[in-house]
């Protein structure tokens, strides 16, 4: 609330001056803050200049009316509650003024202990409604909120997951986090927005998860992989796509998710898609062949997303690049070396380019940093 009750900003409209006199002292000794004005006219304009939570109203006034000056708080000040005062015990003008939006009616000689008491009572259920209004009003806000934090939490817990897939083998450990950093390198390169950066960020962190789902005999196998066993480890993109679909809404990261395996020809999996949407006369068979087989949740013009070509790329460098049970690393420069043949085949042409150029400054930095240390 904007105030408490204690605080509370009341108006106090009466032409005689030694009732506004009477009623400012009493009220501010209770603890209101308390303005006075002398007719309607007048009173409007303080509420146009400020915000009351209370208006003491005299019905019996020159000028405008206390009727009409609480027919113009109704419509302009619904938050000020209004208590009318007047010498005239008249039931039916009392019923009335309920009606139009009063809170009570107090009789003249003013009772001040009665007065006092309607006030906190008035206040107090002023308090209550704009509570109210405003849970309401938040509510949605609230429930969004706190859904984002079970969502975000699921989330970290996704990722300490995949963190912790990997730290179970010496020669993962740690793959998710370089291949993130890697294809936000690429992204910044490419100069892709900063909202897509953070979505292809994320998509690196969590897109082995899937690996969950596949027998550690299979991915820690030293020899080569028996047909059975590669179909098993590349069901580990769609696999990943559905631990994640329950907490991410966001459909782009999905698909990169899916889709890091796939190839820029089409020939990759889960779903044989390629980076253009019609296969041209010119293309490989393999690649008309792979538009035969594409699952049936996708479309014919559904193309590769340029993150899952990131990821691909930066995915297929650090595996390379790192030891596995069945061979040792390629050294970087190797590795760039395949990137390279893999233009239009497996990789992205402009995305491979973008790598070789962040290698390139980060080879350039590494040893701007190496001399500076030398000439020390």
Same mark, same amino acid.
């Given at each position: 609330m904007r105030r408490n009750m204690e605080k509370a900003a009341i108006l106090i409209v009466d032409d005689e001056f030694s009732i506004r006199d009477i009623l400012s002292q009493r009220l501010t000794e209770k603890g209101y803050k308390c303005i006075a004005a002398s007719d309607g006219n007048s009173a409007l304009r303080k509420l146009n200049a400020r915000e009351f939570d209370l208006a003491l109203l005299d019905i019996t006034m020159p000028g405008k009316s206390g009727t009409d000056v609480l027919r113009e708080?109704?419509?302009?000040?619904?938050?000020?509650?209004?208590?009318?005062?007047?010498?005239?015990?008249?039931?039916?003008?009392?019923?009335?003024?309920?009606?139009?939006?009063?809170?009570?009616?107090?009789?003249?000689?003013?009772?001040?202990?009665?007065?006092?008491?309607?006030?906190?009572?008035?206040?107090?259920?002023?308090?209550?409604?704009?509570?109210?209004?405003?849970?309401?009003?938040? %509510?949605?806000?609230?429930?969004?909120?706190?859904?984002?934090?079970?969502?975000?939490?699921?989330?970290?817990?996704?990722?300490?997951?995949?963190?912790?897939?990997?730290?179970?083998?010496?020669?993962?450990?740690?793959?998710?986090?370089?291949?993130?950093?890697?294809?936000?390198?690429?992204?910044?390169?490419?100069?892709?927005?900063?909202?897509?950066?953070?979505?292809?960020?994320?998509?690196?962190?969590?897109?082995?998860?899937?690996?969950?789902?596949?027998?550690?005999?299979?991915?820690?196998?030293?020899?080569?992989?028996?047909?059975?066993?590669?179909r098993h480890i590349m069901s580990h993109p769609e696999i990943g796509e559905r631990i994640l679909s329950p907490v991410v809404e966001d459909g782009e990261i999905l698909k990169i998710v899916r889709h890091h395996h796939e190839n820029y020809d089409g020939t990759g999996y889960p779903d044989g898609l390629p980076a253009e949407e019609i296969p041209e006369g010119s293309r490989i068979l393999a690649v008309a062949e792979a538009y035969t087989n594409i699952s049936n949740n996708l479309t014919r013009k559904e193309k590769l997303s340029q993150g899952a070509r990131i990821l691909a790329v930066a995915d297929a460098y650090d595996a390379m690049t790192s030891d596995r049970p069945y061979r040792r690393a390629m050294s970087p420069q190797a590795a760039c070396a395949n990137l390279e043949s893999g233009k239009g085949?497996?990789?992205?042409?402009?995305?491979?380019?973008?790598?070789?150029?962040?290698?390139?400054?980060?080879?350039?930095?590494?040893?701007?940093?190496?001399? %500076?240390?030398i000439s020390k």
């Open positions: 708080i109704q419509a302009k000040y619904p938050d000020t509650v209004v208590i009318m005062i007047t010498a005239i015990a008249d039931v039916e003008t009392a019923i009335e003024l309920m009606k139009m939006g009063a809170y009570d009616y107090i009789i003249k000689p003013i009772d001040l202990t009665m007065l006092t008491t309607s006030i906190d009572r008035v206040l107090d259920k002023r308090r209550l409604i704009l509570e109210n209004r405003s849970y309401q009003l938040h %509510l949605e806000e609230k429930v969004e909120e706190q859904t984002q934090k079970i969502r975000e939490s699921f989330l970290n817990s996704i990722k300490s997951l995949a963190y912790a897939l990997e730290a179970k083998d010496k020669y993962t450990s740690g793959h998710s986090q370089r291949v993130a950093e890697m294809a936000v390198a690429i992204a910044l390169e490419l100069g892709i927005l900063e909202d897509r950066v953070e979505k292809i960020r994320f998509a690196g962190l969590v897109h082995d998860i899937g690996k969950i789902g596949v027998r550690e005999s299979v991915l820690s196998k030293p020899g080569k992989l028996t047909d059975e066993e590669y085949k497996q990789f992205d042409p402009a995305i491979v380019d973008a790598f070789v150029k962040v290698m390139s400054k980060t080879a350039e930095d590494k040893s701007r940093k190496y001399a %500076l240390t």
